[in-house]
C-alpha cells in the first residue's frame, strides 16, 4: 500500500511551539542546500519551510509505488532511499540510492501524473515532503518560487 502521508505539524510533533520557528529556520538552512531551491532568497525559503512537512520512516518502509499518483516530491533529510522499478519478472531493480538533500520525486511538482519509480527507505530515514497542492499555492501566490 503506497504511503503518500500527510500530516499537519502539532507542536508535540516538531520542537514544541515555542521551538517551531528554530524548526523552521533549520529546515530553512537545508532547504538553501538542496540544488532546485539554492536560488532562493530568505524569504522565499522561509515560505518553502512552512509548507514542507518532516516526516520520519524506519528501515525498508515503501514510502510509494512506481504507477502509483504522485502527490509532491521528497527530499533526504536524514538516511538512505532507493529508487526502484519492477522487471518482468516483478523483481525490484535498483535505479539509484538517495543520501541527504537529494530530492526525488521532483516531477509530481510538474505533472502530479503517476509515479515512474518507486521509493523505498533503505535505512531509518527522515524526509522532507512538499505536497504538489501546497507548492501550487504557495508558487501561485509568489510567482518567483
Known sequence: MPIEIYRKLRPK???QVIGQDRAVKVLE?????????KD??????????RIAVREKF???RRIF????RALGLYI?????????????AGRE??????????VF?????VDGGLRSAGAVTDTAAELIWIRTKDFNRLSHRYPQI
Do not use: H, Q, W
Open 13 to 15: 510533533d516538531f520542537d
Open 29 to 37: 538552512g537545508f532547504l538553501k542546500k538542496v540544488t532546485i531551491f
Open 40 to 49: 532562493l532568497n530568505r524569504a522565499e525559503l522561509a515560505k518553502l519551510a
Open 58 to 60: 524506519s528501515a525498508e
Open 65 to 68: 509505488r512506481e504507477a502509483s
Open 76 to 88: 533526504v533529510y536524514r538516511g538512505f532511499v532507493r529508487i526502484v522499478i519492477g522487471d518482468n
Open 93 to 102: 531493480v535498483m535505479l539509484s540510492m538517495m543520501k541527504r538533500g537529494d
Open 105 to 109: 520525486g521532483e516531477v509530481a511538482l
